[in-house]
């Protein structure tokens, strides 16, 4: 059978490092790049007796997680230990929360932009929210290497504050999953909750994916995906899976539910284990921690929900009068949309503003391969530059030629610079003896012009322009020959 006559079902579990300065469970730094093994303590080393103690601020930014996604956080959240032989947490248990998370239900909404680009123009369901089931808090574990004859292990990771992000089974494809995660990345980022960094190991991901007949109302066995590490590995590996799994089951092979781990560089998945070799994890409620009343948090973080990436799409395309594209390209990034909302300070303009910095501020941001934040043109020149244009003083192809000198020295005005480059329309009776005489030139266009074929007043305007040597404004030449001829 093909892929199509089987439905695929998704489910994504996502570990998300939060910002902090401590650790989950003690005050040891949480600072990267260190010396290995020089921010610990007996509580993140796992020693026999030594207790935790709460980090209120990787609390509040998980309940704040989930307000931004719309979760529900239960008025009582606790703490039990996972159970499990781990080489990278000697207590061999986890931290973590069971039975009652800080935040349950909610979900992520996926924005058109955040689609792999092939397809951006064919979104299957667009609009869509992915539902999550549940976001906990626990520690992360140390960090082991292995190496030709032995492994080390550098504790400095131990205790970092950790989100997990389960999503229900409500990714249909790999592409929505792709979706998924740079949405719920740009939320997370929008809230400084974390840098969510795939590279840098600050956000890992875990899939669940199972194949079942059209048809068939229960899940196929699912199989789980382990350690991705990036974005498009997901893409990827989920790629792979479900064209393993369609050609098994159409051989008749039942699927049983297993582990699998993706190597990137053969490109295909491989059997860790199976069910049968499943941990159970006995969990049970840490006797070290009190449970947490969440009613007061809630109330203080419900002040720190910043407008969300999609809410401010809405407002820009109506306040600025935007296409859903421009609106989506300038949300993409928070530091992007202030600099735009910065830059737009006039909403009549909002429109030419976005214009500017989506097609030239962001080539030439990446030309110089650097961020937004590192922009050396202040919002407030987009504006001038859209207002010289706006006023006729400039034409929009010298606009782009005083934009490139910009660049090069932010310091200079707009308006200066046009002038500088001599775009100002000083002696506009000049320009206009110029167009006298280019009519006067021209009977013959003139009246077909007057017949009705407005077409060639662009004509006339080239004429202008090339006699005024580029200095006169075509706005400004069309608007005069129209006022003269028709
Ligand atoms: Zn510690
Ligand atoms: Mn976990």
């Not at 249909?172 to 400084?192: D, N, R």
């Not at 969440?294 to 999609?310: D, F, G, I, N, Y």
């Not at 075509?474 to 608007?479: A, E, L, R, W």
């Amino acid at each position: 059978m093909p892929i199509s006559d089987y439905i695929v079902t998704i489910g994504l579990e996502v570990h998300c490092q939060i910002k902090s300065k401590s650790k989950m469970f003690c005050g040891c730094a949480t600072s990267f790049g260190e010396e290995p093994n020089s921010n610990i303590c007996p509580v993140c080393l796992g020693l026999p007796g030594a207790l935790p103690v709460l980090n209120k601020h990787a609390i509040e930014q998980t309940i704040l997680a989930g307000m931004m996604l719309e979760c529900s956080t239960p008025e009582i959240s606790k703490w039990d230990r996972k159970n499990y032989f781990y080489p990278d947490m000697p207590k061999n248990f986890q931290l973590t929360q069971f039975d009652l998370p800080l935040c349950i239900g909610g979900g992520v909404p996926l924005y058109d932009l955040a689609y792999p680009k092939e397809i951006q123009n064919e979104i299957p369901s667009p609009g869509k929210v992915v539902k999550l089931t549940r976001i906990h808090l626990e520690e992360d574990v140390a960090k082991s290497t292995h190496h030709s004859n032995n492994s080390t292990i550098d504790f400095n990771r131990a205790g970092t504050p950790l989100m997990e992000i389960v999503s229900d089974p409500d990714i249909e494809t790999p592409e929505q999953a792709y979706a998924y995660l740079k949405s719920l990345q740009q939320i997370l980022v929008y809230g400084g909750i974390s840098d969510a960094d795939m590279e840098k190991g600050q956000m890992r991901c875990d899939v669940n994916v199972s194949l079942r007949p059209h048809g068939q109302v229960e899940l196929g066995e699912k199989v789980e995906l382990k350690n991705l590490n990036s974005i498009s590995a997901v893409r990827s590996s989920l790629y792979y899976e479900i064209q393993r799994q369609a050609e098994e089951l159409d051989a008749g092979i039942t699927q049983i539910q297993s582990t699998r781990r993706w190597d990137a560089d053969i490109g295909e998945t491989q059997m860790m284990r199976t069910k049968e070799d499943a941990h159970d994890y006995r969990y049970f409620p840490e006797p070290d921690l009190l449970p947490i009343k969440t009613a007061q948090l809630v109330e203080k973080m419900r002040s720190h929900v910043p407008e969300l990436p999609h809410h401010k799409r809405a407002r820009f395309e109506q306040d600025f009068g935007l296409s859903p594209y421009d609106a989506d390209v300038l949300t993409s990034d928070q530091h992007l949309a202030d600099y735009f909302e910065e830059a737009a300070k006039e909403p009549k303009l909002g429109k030419k503003v976005a214009n500017w910095i989506t097609n030239s501020v962001l080539a030439k941001l990446n030309e110089d391969n650097i961020t937004i934040q590192e922009c050396p043109l202040p919002a407030a020149h987009i504006l001038e530059l859209a207002k010289l244009v706006e006023a006729g003083a400039v034409s929009n192809n010298q606009a782009r030629d005083v934009f490139a000198e910009l660049w090069k020295k932010p310091s200079v005005s707009p308006a200066e610079q046009s002038k500088a480059m001599g775009f100002e329309p000083a002696d506009t009776g000049a320009i206009e003896s110029i167009i006298d005489e280019v009519i006067n030139l021209n009977p013959d266009k003139v009246a077909e012009i007057q017949a009705g074929n407005e077409k060639l007043l662009n004509f006339l305007t080239g004429q202008v322009m090339k006699a005024s040597k580029g200095k006169a404004n075509p706005k400004m030449v069309t608007d005069c020959l129209k006022g003269k001829i028709l």
